[in-house]
Nanobody, 128 residues
């Protein structure tokens, strides 16, 4: 089992920045792909950004150039730095982990069905 705890959400004006963090409980943290998803009211949950066991990154087109995902193996955290935020970025942001049995996660994908473990979420609100 992997427990994930998000932190760092909040409210900011359009054009501002926020950083959210995901802390994992497992000692085998580096074997997992970790990704951020978000869900706005009335909308489906969507993938935002993810990182694999080799720190390979993947981003949704809507956040490329504005968001940066980073992984700290020693601290067992994955941060999402969000710059130039827009009102449409307003959502609950969830951290999720995807394991690969007997191996490391070598290719991150943003398909939520592939993720085994989820955090409780942290709210990000961007006002215009």
């Amino acid at each position: 089992q992997v427990q994930l705890v998000e932190s760092g959400g909040g409210s900011v004006q359009s054009g501002g920045s926020l950083r959210v963090s995901c802390a994992a409980s497992t000692n085998t943290y580096s074997r997992y792909c970790i990704a951020w998803f978000r869900q706005a009211p009335g909308k489906e949950r969507e993938g935002v950004a993810g990182v694999d066991s080799f720190s390979g990154e993947k981003y949704a087109d809507s956040v490329k150039g504005r968001f940066t995902i980073s992984r700290d193996i020693a601290k067992k955290t994955v941060d999402l730095q969000m710059n130039n935020l827009k009102p449409e970025d307003t959502a609950m942001y969830y951290c999720a982990a995807r394991g690969v049995a007997g191996s490391v996660c070598g290719a991150v994908r943003l398909n939520q069905k592939e993720y085994n473990f989820w955090g409780q979420g942290t709210q990000v609100t961007v006002s215009s």
